[in-house]
């Protein structure tokens, strides 16, 4: 691989609420992440601590709701 090549590969750009990882922010997520607010964090529920800081509570909800309906996408990346 020599400086100047094109390399292709494809990422997935992932929305924040997707609990549940059917590629849509939905009430199914909703309901999932409601089902474990106020518990610790745990290796087992940490995919519902949203933003990471430790807690599942009415941030990581917030975080949630506002992307609700949004998708996943999967879009090519190129870098040279």
């Not at 691989?1 to 997935?12: A, E, F, N, P």
């Not at 607010?37 to 709701?65: C, F, P, W």
């Amino acid at each position: 691989r020599g400086l100047g090549d094109v390399y292709k590969r494809q990422d997935i750009n992932l929305t924040a609420g997707d609990v549940n990882s059917d590629d849509v922010v939905d009430s199914n997520d909703l309901t999932e992440l409601n089902n474990h607010i106020n518990e610790e964090v745990t290796a087992e529920n940490q995919k519902y601590d949203i933003n990471e800081d430790g807690l599942i509570d009415s941030n990581d909800r917030d975080l949630l709701q506002n992307n609700m309906n949004k998708t996943s996408t999967t879009e090519d990346w190129k870098s040279q």
